[in-house]
């Protein structure tokens, strides 16, 4: 079945929803199976090359949205940095040090609802700073709309990350501060005025394969370039700081899942790779990922650039350039 599946998709075919349940069940040495299967299905429609990306957290605490996952939130009292947005300098030093490790892609990423005017256009400097530097500039900014979005993209944004988190039927599980429809509105934005769209989700929230199966059919639908896998960290003080963590056989399962249903996107690795996956870290490529998030996450710590260029060659891949 899984190869039949695997042809189902090479030869240029969607799965259904009856595919991707099945695919959910696999389990034992068939793992291995589906693995291989989505590798090859990254390298037919992908490439062997690896998009990384790095963040900032350019504005740190204070949230007054409720997710149930975030340190950052209203609903958390863990022991955080909280701090307003930073200065210009420090997010270009950081910006540097990423273009010196090969990066290319970088995040500026603020806490809270949305930012405010003023921050704005603070961030718009900056991110005009970052596209001079050669890198490609993302931001993650909140709820934003049309006209905020085109002030950024005029500045040189080339991407708008926004995660959908989780599918519609368990969003209101993890937040009731804003809604689903809230986030496709700022989403169906980004596209609107031709910004690059990142969006994808958090698992082991909880959620059901159902869920995450739903999510993966509504990125599809909304055209998101890149989907973002991202794997709960329970973090004290949060209201899931005493959720399980994942076991990395199911997430290696989620990143092949995704690669099947969305065979032409860019699957990136990012927040809870190395807490959820540990040792099997360096499978994430044959489970048909193409790109991973490097450094350190907002409140958590990542990977370094260093090992994360020693692990993609080391699978035989190469690092995605500008030029």
């Known amino acids: 079945m899984i190869e039949k599946l695997r042809d189902k998709v090479l030869n240029g075919n969607s799965l259904s929803q009856e595919d991707a349940r099945w695919i959910a069940t696999v389990e034992g040495v068939e793992l291995f199976d589906l693995l291989s299967a989505a590798n090859r299905i990254r390298n037919v429609f992908r490439g062997d090359a690896a998009d990384l990306c790095s963040i900032v957290n350019a504005k740190s605490g204070a949230c007054p949205e409720d997710c149930s996952y975030c340190a950052q939130s209203s609903s958390s009292s863990a022991d955080i940095p909280v701090y307003t947005l930073i200065n210009k300098d420090i997010v270009l030093e950081r910006a540097r040090d990423a273009k010196m490790s090969g990066v290319k892609r970088f995040c500026i990423v603020t806490s809270g609802r949305r930012v405010g ?10 991110l005009s700073a970052i596209r001079k530097m050669g ?15 085109s002030l950024l993209k005029d500045a040189g944004l080339e991407r708008f990350h926004h995660n959908v ?34 969006s994808g989700g958090i698992f082991g929230m ?3 394969w159902q869920d995450r199966i739903d999510v993966a059919f ?12 991202n794997f709960l960290i329970p973090i004290k003080g949060t209201p899931l700081g ?51 998030l490097t450094g350190d996450y907002l409140t958590t710590t990542g990977r370094t650039f260093e090992d994360d260029l020693k692990l993609i060659r080391q699978y035989g891949m190469k690092t995605l350039q500008l030029w």
């Open 117 to 126: 005017r003023s921050e704005l256009t603070e961030i718009a400097s900056m």
């Open 135 to 149: 890198l490609l500039p993302c931001a993650t900014l909140g709820l934003l709309n049309e006209e905020e979005l």
């Open 165 to 198: 988190e989780t599918s519609e039927r368990f969003f209101p599980e993890i937040c009731r501060t804003h809604s689903y429809q809230d986030k496709i509105r700022t989403i169906r934005a980004v596209k609107s005025v031709e910004l690059s769209l990142c």
């Open 206 to 208: 909880g959620e059901t």
């Open 218 to 229: 509504a990125l599809k639908e909304l055209n998101a370039d890149s989907v973002p896998i």
């Open 242 to 292: 005493n959720m399980d963590i994942m076991h990395p056989f199911e997430a290696l399962k989620i990143i092949s899942l995704y690669r099947f249903i969305l065979p032409e996107k860019e699957i990136r690795i990012c927040g809870g790779r190395m807490q959820v996956l540990g040792e099997l870290n360096s499978m994430v490529f044959m489970a048909g990922a193409d790109g991973l």
